[in-house]
């Protein structure tokens, strides 16, 4: 085992894995920024040292001050975390040349999964599914129709060259086909300069379905089940739960089984998660692998008892994984919520302040995971997520009820949070029949106002407010008065000086 | 005390006294007493009727930000306006040498107790001059960049009590 490890990182995921490193009597590293120097997660580690900077770019993805770090401290190994580094083959491979472990796969299965073109030829030699669809060149118009009549309407035609929608046609039926290849391949070449296009099953209703991964370097690859992360603002997730509402027991062995022959595959070690779209009916593709630790892996440790940071540290250790695939079970259900600071209300604007109170939720099936506390800043230089709410209950609806007064014993003030956004969803209908497609806050939550309409107890307690805490402290302003003229004498006002 | 708040766009209006522990709010003729039970840097926990409600806020100026029992509301105090029985007249002055930084009010504003009137400036230091009580400016008497003598008016308030 490593004697110390250094964490590439910040926020919760920096607190959580140096809590994995203290279980495993490791000692710790913590690499801070300017903007973080009075963070609590620096604390938390045993040596913490300034990377300088404010900017990603001049802190933590500045490689060559973390090495220098790393040779000062005698770190043995980086954890990188999620973002930042994490997915950096280039990295990884600089790690390895200073004898540094890099804790995460191989530089080539990195490399391997990070061009999705490259993960899909992989995926489909290794019998996994990937998005029907036939590729446009040298096909004639004819051919083409014909194609998207076996692949069955919608169907959707892109340009190959393409991004940004351009060049993109749904067609829902046969007839719309001609027309709608000679307007895609006519944007096509107009804003690529290629008509090549590719046309490829379209689905509407979709569940983002994804399958924990890990690996050890003895070869042996195990999954820790599925999670679902349908619950997406702005192509991002905000509510995880593990099992999937969605997928039957034969489709999640058959997902897993998927997962395990792609990470097969690329000789994958060290956690990893496989990304799939959940089309019902059984069908499922292959969107796309994750090659570092996932921000939502605690659904994944609650229900299958193992903690999967601290595997990831002894599996770049050398350890090989100790039990088997039939040694595994999703034991009752768990569910994450991401806190952030956001307004739900405003199209999901990033709130920046100081919190001026926070007060996680307690409790024996509850799990926080966090990077902040009271008088924490939240700065507009990295992502505004301020926790992770995990809740475990025997089955989903004991789960989303622990949740529920989870999100309500929570209380973050001071910057505006996604918390009421959060609890509506969790008591909407859809939501609680496990109808969650990715297209789920969009059909049932726009132009939502987070308004209340205030009742009794809204009214009583913001009395109370008023009278206790409403005028600057309670603290009465100290006057002196002559005659009938009130005199103010500034020296009893010596807390309100500032220097200048 | 009368209570204004603005509330998704509307003013409501409560009366709200506290004695000790007790307090007193009427809303729409309605009275509820609720104890005070715990009070914290920003939070309150009353109690009425054997209910507990626990509550924090965050002030801005006048604008709030409430946690009530797993709930948020926004909303806006009100400062009221200064009706005619107006009782005490005061001047607001220096007591020390200083030059007028700032004036943050003008004549007819309404001010709290506690509200930043004018801020001096003297040794290094920014002094500010402070409403004693709540009332309406009824005028300023200097400008600022003026260097002011101890005990020379500078504004002047009239209270409401």
Same mark, same amino acid.
């Given at each position: 085992m490593f004697k110390k490890i250094l964490v590439a990182n910040r926020g919760e995921i920096a607190q959580r894995l140096f809590a994995a490193c203290q279980g495993l009597d490791v000692a710790t590293v913590a690499i801070y920024s300017e903007a973080d120097a009075d963070a609590p997660w620096v604390r938390a580690a045993d040596e913490a040292y300034p990377l300088g900077g404010v900017t990603a770019a001049e802190s933590y993805l500045n490689q060559g001050k973390i090495f220098e770090i790393v040779r000062q401290s005698g770190a043995e190994a980086i954890h990188p975390g999620y973002g930042f580094l994490s997915e950096n083959s280039a990295f990884a491979a600089n790690c390895a040349a200073r004898n540094v472990t890099f804790i995460g796969p191989s530089p080539e299965a990195m490399r391997q999964m990070g061009s999705k073109a490259n993960a899909r030829e992989i995926a489909q030699a290794a019998g996994v599914p990937i998005i029907p669809g036939v590729d446009g060149a040298g096909k004639t118009d004819a051919e083409l129709a014909e194609a998207a009549a076996e692949l069955g309407y919608p169907v959707l035609i892109k340009a190959s060259? %393409?991004?940004? %929608?351009?060049g993109m046609r749904v067609v829902e039926s046969g007839a719309e086909f001609k027309d709608a290849l000679n307007a895609a391949r006519n944007e096509a070449r107009n804003s690529f300069g290629d008509d090549h296009v590719i046309v490829e099953k379209y689905f509407t209703k979709i569940h983002h379905v994804e399958v924990q991964i890990l690996g050890d370097e003895h070869g042996r690859v195990l999954h820790l089940f599925e999670r679902e992360c349908s619950i997406q603002r702005r192509h991002q997730k905000i509510i995880e739960e593990s099992p999937s509402p969605t997928i039957d027991d034969e489709t999640r062995q058959k997902m897993c089984a998927s997962a395990v022959a792609l990470a097969q595959a690329v000789g994958y070690s060290s956690a990893g998660t496989v990304e799939f779209m959940y089309t019902g009916g059984g069908h499922f593709y292959l969107l796309e692998m994750n090659t570092r630790l996932q921000v939502e892996h605690p659904i994944t440790e609650a229900v299958t008892g193992l903690d999967i940071a601290q595997w990831q540290i002894r599996i770049a250790a050398g350890?090989?994984?100790?039990?088997?695939?039939?040694?595994l079970t999703q034991r009752g259900h768990a569910i994450e919520c991401r806190v952030y600071a956001e307004d739900a209300a405003m199209n999901f604007l990033p709130s920046i302040g100081e919190l001026v109170l926070v007060q996680w939720p307690e409790g024996p099936r509850v799990r926080v995971d966090t990077g902040v506390q009271t008088g924490s800043a939240v700065s507009?230089?990295?992502?505004?997520?301020l926790a992770k709410i995990i809740t475990w209950g025997e089955d989903r609806r004991a789960a989303m009820a622990a949740m529920v007064s989870a999100l309500r014993h929570t209380a973050v003030l001071g910057v505006t949070t996604n918390i009421p956004y959060l609890l509506d969803i969790l008591q909407e209908p859809h939501f609680q029949q496990g109808e969650?497609?990715?297209n789920y806050l969009a059909e049932h939550?726009? %132009?939502?106002? %987070?308004?209340i309409v205030p009742d009794e107890e809204i009214w009583l307690a913001l009395a109370a407010f008023e009278a206790v805490h409403g005028r600057g402290g309670g603290q009465p302003v100290a006057t002196q008065t002559v005659g009938h003229t009130a005199v103010l004498t500034p020296w009893q006002l010596v807390k309100d000086w500032r220097n200048v | 005390m009368k209570l204004k708040i603005k509330l998704n766009n509307t003013e409501h209006e409560l009366h709200v006294t506290r004695t000790g522990e007790q307090i007193k709010v009427v809303r729409d003729g309605r009275e509820t007493v609720l104890t005070v039970r715990e009070v914290g840097e920003n939070s309150v926990t009353v109690e009425y009727g054997g209910q507990l409600l626990r509550l924090a806020g965050a002030k801005k100026g006048d604008k709030r930000q409430m946690w009530v029992n797993g709930r948020y509301v926004n909303y806006e105090r009100v400062q009221k306006r200064a009706g005619a029985n107006t009782a005490v007249a005061g001047s607001l002055s220096a007591t020390i040498p200083a030059v007028?930084?700032?004036?943050?009010v003008s004549v007819g504003d309404e001010v709290s107790a506690g509200d930043k009137l004018i801020l001096l400036e003297s040794m290094k230091m920014v002094i500010p001059i402070q409403a004693p009580e709540d009332g309406v400016v009824t005028a300023v008497k200097c400008a600022v960049g003026d260097s002011v003598q101890p005990g020379v008016p500078l504004v002047l308030v009239e209270g409401v009590n």
């Open positions: 060259a %393409g991004g940004g %929608g351009k350890e090989a994984l100790p039990f088997a695939q039939e040694d507009t230089y990295y992502d505004p997520m969650t497609t990715t939550f726009a %132009g939502w106002t %987070g308004e | 007028v930084s700032a004036i943050l």
